[in-house]
Every structure is written in structure tokens, then in C-alpha cells.
Antibody, heavy 124, light 106 residues
Framework: QVQLVQSGTEVKKPGASVKVSCKAS????????MHWVRQAPGQGLEWMGI????????NYAQKFQGRVIMTRDTSTSTVYMELSGLRSDDTAVYYC?????????????????WGQGTTVTVSS | DIQMTQSPSSLSASVGDRVTITCRAS??????LNWYQHKPGTTPKLLIY???SLQSGVPSRFSGSGSGTDFTLTISNLQPEDFASYYC?????????FGGGTKVEI
């Protein structure tokens, strides 16, 4: 079955970086763009950006420009999200989520399968 | 960025009720509107895409409507497993944004 499995809980100090992984299985990895979305405690969902696993192109939310890098490894069907310059308000659950469109050349910006979430805590 | 405003932010309902959640976009987004359900400790679940299309496997008691700037999610015959938070999300442009969420409580 289609599955996205994320890496485990992270605890980081302010100013550090975190890299979260998301391993896909059960479908053709390069056919679907992948999004990253986060949810801070008590807050709503916040979109961070998207990567095309086929061509490695990315589109980041303006809020995270300069601080986030999304990459992929097609040999392991894994996408990565690295966030630098961590602050306490980056404490959140981070999700990868597959784009619903499976054409590999187009993203619908609608997410049909989600990873289990990775908790990132930023604290001194 | 397109602002998405949901109302109400929370509501109380009973099993069997009909519940309506509204979502308003700050500009016309045609039908590029999706709805998600999110329960604590679980992953968000796509319910409705393109404003009114039911995602595969989602019960038919969920329905969506609207176009332009105003949209609704309706849950008919509310079930115990439907108590959750619901989010709208616009996909009109590549700067994807979510609404603030509506928590449906018992």
C-alpha cells in the first residue's frame, strides 16, 4: 500500500539545523510531487514547500525562503526537508504529503497521502 | 498570498446532526479548494478536492460545494468518528494556503 514513513523525533537548540526524511513506498516515487507541511502546538496547518522528485525542482513558501532546503534521493525513494536557523517557534510536527496528481510533470497542490509526522522541538 | 477564512472556529454538535463549515477566500479561486480532516495524534486526511469531488474511500456523508470565493463542507448524519478539526486549503496558485481550521466537538 502507499506509505510515507518519516524519521523520528528531533530535539534541537536554537540556531541549529534539522533534517527530516520521508521514505515513500507502494507507488512510483517520481510520479508525484511531495509537499512539506507543519503544525505548531495549538495552531493550524502551514505549508512549507514542494519538491518534484522527478526533476528536483522546488517551490518554497516565502516565509521559509532562505531557511529551508528540500532534496530527494531517487535511489531510496526518499525526500528530505532541512530547516536551518531554528527558533523556538519552529517547534512543530512536520509532515511530508504526496501531491494527488501522478503525472510527474504537474502538481495539483492537493495532498492525498501523508506521513506520520515528525516532532521537532527547539529548546535551549 | 490568498487568505482563507473559516467559520466557525469551533462548534458543538451531536451524533446525527448536520454540520456545515464555511471557508471564504480573499480572492476568486474558481473551484481550487480542498478539505481535510485532522484528528489529534493522526495524519490529516483528504476529504474533498476541487471543491466538490469526494476523495476515494471517504464516506458519502461528506460533501463540498461552492465556487469563486465562498465554499462549504457539509457533514450529514454526524458520526462519532467525525469529531475532529477540518481545514480548507486553496490550490489556485503555487503559494498554497490553509484556513485556520474548525474544530467539531461533541
Amino acid at each position: 500500500q502507499v506509505q510515507l514513513v518519516q524519521s523520528g523525533t528531533e530535539v534541537k537548540k536554537p540556531g541549529a539545523s534539522v533534517k527530516v526524511s520521508c521514505k515513500a513506498s507502494g507507488y512510483t516515487f517520481t510520479s508525484h510531487y511531495m509537499h512539506w507541511v507543519r503544525q505548531a502546538p495549538g495552531q493550524g496547518l502551514e505549508w512549507m514547500g514542494i519538491i518534484n522528485p522527478s526533476g528536483d525542482s522546488t517551490n518554497y513558501a516565502q516565509k521559509f525562503q532562505g531557511r529551508v532546503i528540500m532534496t530527494r534521493d531517487t535511489s531510496t525513494s526518499t525526500v528530505y526537508m532541512e530547516l536551518s536557523g531554528l527558533r523556538s517557534d519552529d517547534t512543530a510536527v512536520y509532515y511530508c504529503a504526496r501531491d494527488r496528481d501522478g503525472s510527474s510533470v504537474y502538481a495539483e497542490y492537493c495532498m492525498d497521502v501523508w506521513g506520520q509526522g515528525t516532532t521537532v522541538t527547539v529548546s535551549s | 498570498d490568498i487568505q482563507m477564512t473559516q467559520s466557525p472556529s469551533s462548534l458543538s454538535a451531536s451524533v446525527g446532526d448536520r454540520v456545515t463549515i464555511t471557508c471564504r477566500a480573499s480572492q476568486i479561486i474558481d473551484n481550487y479548494l480542498n478539505w481535510y480532516q485532522h484528528k489529534p495524534g493522526t495524519t490529516p486526511k483528504l476529504l474533498i478536492y476541487a471543491a466538490s469531488s469526494l476523495q476515494s474511500g471517504v464516506p458519502s456523508r461528506f460533501s463540498g460545494s461552492g465556487s469563486g470565493t465562498d465554499f462549504t463542507l457539509t457533514i450529514s448524519n454526524l458520526q462519532p468518528e467525525d469529531f475532529a478539526s477540518y481545514y480548507c486549503q486553496q490550490s489556485y496558485n503555487t503559494r498554497l494556503t490553509f484556513g485556520g481550521g474548525t474544530k467539531v466537538e461533541i
